[in-house]
């Protein structure tokens, strides 16, 4: 997503590797499990569940670019 790459550009690519691994196998698989088989949603539930894991994953993506641009970016460039 740009979001990533905004951050990644930044040099937060741990950041981002620990928002997608948090949102989508942490978060995102579970939640589809639990809603296509306990509750009987079947192939909707896993294809909410995936969109409840990128959801908080962009969220905190989202969150973490704001706070960029809160503090500036000159710390974050490579020219000084």
Not at 21 to 33: A, K, Y
């Amino acid at each position: 997503t740009v979001m990533c790459g905004v951050l990644k550009s930044a040099g937060l690519t741990k950041f981002v590797l620990q928002s997608s691994i948090l949102g989508f196998w942490i978060l995102g698989l579970p939640c589809s499990m639990l809603l296509a088989f306990p509750c009987n949603m079947g192939v909707a539930g896993l294809w909410l569940g995936l969109a409840v894991g990128n959801m908080i994953a962009s969220l905190r993506l989202i969150r973490r670019v704001s706070l960029l641009r809160q503090e500036g970016l000159e710390k974050y460039t490579l020219i000084k």
